[in-house]
T-cell receptor
Framework: GAVVSQHPSRVICKSGTSVKIECRSL??????MFWYRQFPKQSLMLMAT?????????EQGVEKDKFLINHASLTLSTLTVTSAHPEDSSFYIC???????????????FGSGTRLTVV | GNSVTQMEGPVTLSEEAFLTINCTYT??????LFWYVQYPGEGLQLLLK?????DKGSNKGFEATYRKETTSFHLEKGSVQVSDSAVYFC?????????????FGKGTTLSVSS
C-alpha cells in the first residue's frame, strides 16, 4: 500500500510555456503532500507543503506565482510551472502523507519524479 | 533548526567490499531517522528507518543504528553488489510535528564495480 504516482515522468517544453505535474496517491487519501526540487547531483530542496483544501505553504525563496500548487482533493496535488525557462529545468518529486498517519515514524512515500527540460 | 550532514561522495567500491556512509544530525526533541535510496532516473525509496535511540533499522543487507549520544545514523553493508549503485540520502523527521516535511542530507553517490 501507500503508492504515489507522479505524471508525467519526463516532459520537454518550450521556454515561456506552462507545464503541469500531477501527484496522485493511488491507494490512500493524503491530507498533506510535499513538493521537492532536485538539481543534478544535489539534495532535495523542499519547495512547498500542500494541504488539501487550503493554500500551499511555500518555502523561502520559492516563487508562488511561478510554481502554482493545487491540492483540490485528498488524492491529487498538482504543480504547475508557469512561463517556464531553462533555469526551471530540474527533477521534481512529490511526497505524500496518508490521512491516517499522524507522525513521521513510518516515513513518507515518494513519487517517481518528473524530469522537466525547458528548451 | 534541524539539519542532516552526510559524507560527501562519490564512494567507489569493488563488489563485495564493506560500505559505510556517515550521517550525523542536529535536532530538537526525538526525531525519526531514515535512509532513502534513489536509483538513476527514479524517485526515492525508503531503505530503512529508526524511530528511537539504539534502534537498528535494516533492509536488503543494509543496517543503521540510531545513536543519540553521537547524533549519528551511519549506513553500513557488509558486502555490496553492483546493483547497490545509487544515491543514498539520510533524512530526519520530527516525530513531534505531524505533517512536516523530511529534511534530507545532500546525498552520497555509491558506485560499485564488478
Amino acid at each position: 500500500g501507500a503508492v504515489v504516482s507522479q505524471h508525467p515522468s519526463r516532459v520537454i517544453c518550450k521556454s515561456g510555456t506552462s507545464v503541469k505535474i500531477e501527484c496522485r496517491s493511488l491507494d490512500f487519501q493524503a491530507t498533506t503532500m510535499f513538493w521537492y526540487r532536485q538539481f543534478p547531483k544535489q539534495s532535495l530542496m523542499l519547495m512547498a507543503t500542500s494541504n488539501e483544501g487550503s493554500k500551499a505553504t511555500y518555502e523561502q525563496g520559492v516563487e508562488k506565482d511561478k510554481f502554482l500548487i493545487n491540492h483540490a482533493s485528498l488524492t491529487l496535488s498538482t504543480l504547475t510551472v508557469t512561463s517556464a525557462h531553462p533555469e526551471d529545468s530540474s527533477f521534481y518529486i512529490c511526497s505524500a502523507i496518508p490521512r491516517w498517519q499522524v507522525n513521521v515514524v513510518r516515513g513518507y512515500t515518494f513519487g517517481s519524479g518528473t524530469r522537466l527540460t525547458v528548451v | 533548526g534541524n539539519s542532516v550532514t552526510q559524507m560527501e561522495g562519490p564512494v567507489t567500491l569493488s563488489e563485495e567490499a564493506f560500505l559505510t556512509i556517515n550521517c550525523t544530525y542536529t535536532a530538537t526533541g526525538y526525531p525519526s531517522l531514515f535512509w532513502y535510496v534513489q536509483y538513476p532516473g527514479e524517485g526515492l525509496q525508503l531503505l530503512l528507518k529508526a524511530t528511537k535511540a539504539d534502534d537498528k533499522g535494516s533492509n536488503k543487507g543494509f543496517e543503521a543504528t540510531y545513536r543519540k549520544e553521537t547524533t549519528s545514523f551511519h549506513l553500513e553493508k557488509g558486502s555490496v553488489q553492483v546493483s547497490d549503485s545509487a544515491v543514498y540520502f539520510c533524512a530526519l523527521g520530527s516525530a513531534n510535528q505531524a505533517g512536516t516535511a523530511l529534511i534530507f542530507g545532500k546525498g552520497t553517490t555509491l558506485s560499485v564495480s564488478s
